[in-house]
């Protein structure tokens, strides 16, 4: 049989592009021909696509006319646009996380902390439904780039709770570090929120997958989030935050520590922490407590492999691990960080529903529930942590 060829178009020319075109040179399935690279930055694009000997373009409308699949790494702000202007054109989406979300009114004193949380939501609410619905129309389809869903790890686990027809009880689970590094980061109008869109997203979307698969397992609908609670804060903002320089503290207008408790349709429950204060390195895991049998989930860092180093210096050339402040003494350097964290395994999946219309785990519906359960949390930590109802899809 022939082998298929994917044709392939980047959108950002940042971080994310870079592992994002990692990941695409371990795909398997299909014959991955990377058409080019669009960036609004010019000289991001140029480079990018310099250093990979790919075609930089000079219209997103040029790109999408060119291939059959795009890659949203861009800022969330710009996530629907493009993602929409992919699937109008009958091409796939590959949208990085989080799938949308609020960004403002445009003024130029617009304050995420204090804007209305309400008007928020409804108006996240609304850039989902135009995804859908853009989705619905299309020859394409939303592949959702939640990285956690694909994790080892956490396929691990979904392969167990399927074969032992487990009740999950309660997940509980976090992402955190000493502080997000990207200029944008830090302003609601791009990034839609503090840690937790920004981080919480993704032990958040991991949870709710769990929950879903875990009613498909039991021959039922997929269990969905049905309320939150939760409370935001901003440490480093604080007048009394003793500054001792470990931790980044120039936060704009969002929250830098965050907790969201969620009680899903059966009345089981999941919480996920999220911050910007956690030194040691990133510090990403979920641990699910069910009715037979007890996971954690360590996504970042693990222990497959331990090192102990005298001297920080003889280390200066070494990557160890993301975001230690430190390469001296014990640390757990990750021999393959890219697979512990998925980004091969998305990849993989999204060509295959590419090429031979696999169904997608993380879809549309999965990120919408993502994002409603978000802006319905800062909803509930603006009425100092009420129960809020989650809208689901
Ligand atoms: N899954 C993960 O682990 C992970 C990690 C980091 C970032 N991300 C996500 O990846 C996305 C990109 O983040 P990043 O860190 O690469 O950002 P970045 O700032 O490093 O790069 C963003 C790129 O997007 C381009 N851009 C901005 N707006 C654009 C538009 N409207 N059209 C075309 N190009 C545009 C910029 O020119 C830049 O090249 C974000 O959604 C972020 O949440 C995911």
Request: glycine residues 10%; hydrophobic residues 40%.
């Amino acid at each position: 049989m022939e082998r298929k060829t994917v044709r392939t178009g980047i959108v950002g020319a940042g971080f994310a592009a870079r592992f994002h075109y990692e990941a695409l040179k371990r795909v398997r399935c299909v014959d991955v021909d990377v058409a080019g690279v669009y960036a609004i930055d010019a000289d991001m694009a140029k480079t990018y696509g310099a250093e990979r000997g790919v075609k930089v373009y000079g219209s997103l409308e040029s790109l999408i006319d060119d291939v059959d699949v795009v890659h949203a790494v861009v800022p969330p702000v710009a996530h629907e646009e493009i993602a929409v202007a992919a699937l109008e054109r009958d091409t796939f989406a590959i949208v990085e996380k989080p799938l949308t979300g609020y960004f403002g009114d445009g003024s130029k004193g617009f304050n995420g902390r204090t804007f209305p949380k309400e008007k928020m939501l409804e108006k996240a609410l609304a850039s989902i439904d135009r995804m859908i619905a853009a989705e619905k129309k299309s020859r394409g389809c939303i592949c959702y780039a939640e990285n956690w869903v694909y994790a080892p790890a956490i396929q691990k686990e979904r392969e167990i709770i399927e074969k032992t027809a487990a009740q999950i009880l309660w997940i509980h689970g976090e992402e955190a570090h000493s502080g997000s590094h990207a200029a944008t980061y830090g302003f609601w109008k791009f990034s839609g929120g503090g840690s937790l869109i920004g981080k919480g997203c993704h032990p958040l979307t991991a949870a709710l997958y769990l929950k879903r698969v875990e009613g498909r397992a039991r021959g039922g609908a997929p269990i969905k989030p049905k309320s939150v609670t939760s409370r935001c804060h901003a440490l480093t903002n604080l007048e009394a935050f003793q500054d001792q320089g470990h931790l980044r503290s120039d936060y704009t207008d969002i929250e830098d520590f965050s907790m969201i408790h969620v009680t899903f349709d059966d009345g089981t429950i999941a919480t996920i922490f999220a911050s910007e204060i956690i030194m040691g390195g990133i510090h990403n895991w979920l641990e699910v407590a069910a009715n037979n049998h007890r996971t954690i989930c360590n996504i970042n860092p693990n222990t497959g492999m331990c090192t102990y180093n005298p001297v920080d210096a003889q280390f200066k050339d070494i990557y160890v691990v993301e975001k230690t402040g430190t390469k001296q003494g014990w640390s757990n350097p990750a021999p393959d960080e890219d697979h512990f964290t998925g980004y091969p395994h998305e990849m993989e999946a999204f060509y295959r529903t590419i090429a031979f219309g696999d169904p997608v785990e993380g879809n549309s519906g999965l990120a919408g529930d993502t994002i409603s359960a978000i802006y319905s949390a800062y909803v509930s930590d603006e009425r100092g942590g009420a129960e809020v109802a989650v809208k689901t899809y």
